[in-house]
Structures are given as structure tokens and as C-alpha cells.
């Protein structure tokens, strides 16, 4: 690999339209030697549209990363998590290119490598891909990335029905720690797929284990709200929401427990049916404008004091 800087990023929704010309210059470089002209408009007519990746981009559901190289886009993929037969999660890898200009300069492994770890982030134990029959160049790859064929596939091109190979391998990278969470999180580098309520939860436990009551507010507040600008590409940030999980967090806190028994022991916090917050707020109160700008007292019952170790402080509301 040449001494060119390689960073990975996760695209937000205004990154759309850059997004979708790269896509389709290099889904054309791979397959319009194999393909009639017919199917290949027809396939990027309904696939590559700047609505459609935007619509991608958004999703909560879907893993989007970019690679790039100083600062030239060299590398996409794509990716969803799902349930395995066998229960457990397994990411399903529906598209990973390296454009063509970049093929053998040893860019493509550190690109998986890094769709690995963010495999880790979403507690995917495997990986899964499909990979065309008639592309010796990428399954050459993918098996030297430890995939091994599993079955097969029909994939539906335009007038014609293809033949994939359905290929897997386990996750190599090994599982977020909270040090690694919150650096990633805090670095904008957490992908948008991952930032779950579990995550929001751990996110306050963490700075909790290290920080005072008031610090650990102070740094979730607005951590989310740049991770909402910056990686989702929104404004949206609910102040009253966000303070009042805090506190319920901090209000179940023990210093001398991981979080995996923490979670265990405060399960309802973890719930979104019932959501715990509204035992103390009613839903039109959450829902108003004022709740979302600035903090207000629940209506239903008042929030536990916040404990950190042995100490208890009372949330100063401002």
C-alpha cells in the first residue's frame, strides 16, 4: 500500500449525491463488460438515485463507509445487520467497491478490516456477502479475507436472473470496550446503525464510571447534539429527553459493577416498551417544543436523585 493517508468515514445524507455518482461510475467499471447496455441503465435508473441514497443514508437500519484516500473518495459499502438462523447477528455486506483506479494498491483489506470493526460495534458475530459467479477478482478477494462459500443465490438483473456465490466468514475484530466506545462516539466515528438506546444508555454509564454527575450531563449533552449534526446530518436534539435519562442513569449507577450488570440489574431503563421516562413525563408533554429546547419538571412523578459512588448531588436545572 502506497504511503497515501487511508481514513474511513460513515457519509451523512447531505453526502448524497457525491455518494451516488462514485457508486454508479464504479458499479458500471465492474459489470458493463458482462451486462447488455439495456440492463445497466435500466439497474442504476431504479438503484443509483440521489433520493435512493439518501433514503439509505437516513436509515437507521443500514451501515454506509466510505474510504478515502488523502482526500479522494476511493471505496464504498454498504451493509445491513440481521438474525442469523441460529439467532445470532450477522452482517449482510450488499455492496463493497474500491473504484477501479485504486485496484491493487492494497486498499481493499484495510477497507474490510474496517467494515469489521464497525461489524463489532453492531455485536455482529458474522459476515455475510453475495458475490457474482462470473467475478474472479472479487471472490479471489473475499477468500483471501477468510470468506468461504456457503450456498448460492439468484440475483434478478434487469431481463436477467444471475447466479451468485453466498459467502461468510466470523468477525475478527474483537468487541468495543467502553474506553473504545466512547472515543469513537465522542470522535463522530460511532456508525449511525449502532447508536441504539442500549447505546445512549452506555454512553451516560461510561462517563458516569469516570466523571462527576454534572460533568458527565455536561459532555452527553453535547456530544449528542453534534453527533446529531455532524454524523445524521440533523438538528434534531431533545434537551429535557436527553437530561432526564441522565439522571435516571445516574440514579441506578454503582461504581463497583460492569456495565453488562448494570444493564442486567436496570433492565427497564433499557426498555423502549414501556419507555421509562414516561413513568415520570406524559407523552404530549415530551412531544412539545419547550421540552425539546429546553429542560422542564415531569408532570407525572419526579425524577430519583442522581448517585455517583457514595455521593449524592441534586441536578441543578437551568
Known sequence: MSSR???????????????VDFASRCFVATYDHQNTPDNIATYLAEHFQPSV?????RSRSHLVMTMWLDEALAGYAVAQRSVDDDGTYILDI???YVASDYHG?????????????????LDVERLRLGVYTEN??????????????????????????????????????????????IAAFLDGAWPAAAWTHAAHVRLAWTLLAAHSFEETLKTVKAAIARYNRVVLASDAYHETLTQAFVTLVASEFRADEA?????????????RSPFVVEHYYSPELLASDEAKRRFVEPDRA?????????????LVHS
Open 105 to 121: 494498491g492494497g486498499y481493499a483489506g484495510p477497507f474490510m478490516e474496517a467494515l469489521d470493526r464497525s461489524a463489532a460495534a
Open 53 to 57: 441514497f439518501e433514503r439509505l443514508l
Open 5 to 19: 493517508t487511508c481514513t474511513f468515514r460513515y457519509p451523512s445524507p447531505l453526502d448524497a449525491v457525491p455518494l
Open 259 to 271: 456495565f453488562t450488570a448494570f444493564c442486567q440489574r436496570a433492565s427497564a431503563l433499557l426498555s
Open 302 to 314: 419526579t425524577l430519583p436523585p442522581p448517585v455517583v459512588g457514595d455521593n449524592r448531588s441534586r
Open 136 to 181: 474472479p477478482r472479487a471472490i479471489a478477494f473475499y477468500r483471501k479475507q477468510g470468506f468461504e462459500i456457503i450456498g448460492e443465490q439468484t440475483f434478478t438483473f434487469g431481463s436477467e436472473a444471475q447466479r451468485d456465490w453466498v459467502m461468510a466468514r466470523s468477525r475478527r475484530s474483537p468487541a468495543f470496550t467502553d474506553t473504545d466506545f
Open 94 to 96: 450488499e455492496r463493497f
